[in-house]
Nanobody, 125 residues
């Protein structure tokens, strides 16, 4: 059974950093594009970043460019989201998702097949 598990969330002060991990089991992550999405209280879920299965295609939402970095370690079957200079507006539940796409990655959640359960990120002083 394909499964994604996010970890690394928590409470951090503004300006701080967190690294989220998305670990896959039951399938080989290297063939899949991975997206990170987040949902703030009272708001719709939005795309944050994605990386293709090949690693050659990456995207970042304008709101996180220059602060977040996505990477993958296929040997560990894990994708990471490094988040620096965190702001209160980055608060939300962060989800990773997998799409059967080796060469490109999508910002649309409709294109993703498997989802994790989410990890909470709270940026507050």
């Amino acid at each position: 059974q394909p499964q994604l598990v996010e970890s690394g969330g928590g409470l951090v002060q503004p300006g701080g950093s967190l690294t989220l991990s998305c670990a896959a089991s039951g399938f080989t992550l290297g063939y899949y594009g991975i997206g990170w999405f987040r949902q703030a209280p009272g708001k719709e879920r939005e795309g944050v970043s994605c990386i293709s299965g090949s690693g050659g295609s990456k995207n970042l939402a304008d709101s996180v460019k220059g602060r977040f970095t996505i990477s993958r370690d296929d040997a560990e079957n894990t994708v990471y989201l490094q988040m620096n200079s965190l702001k209160p507006e980055d608060t939300g539940v962060y989800y990773c998702a997998a799409a059967d796409d080796y060469y490109y990655c999508s910002a649309s959640e409709d294109d993703y097949d498997y989802w994790g359960q989410g990890t909470q990120v709270t940026v507050s002083s």
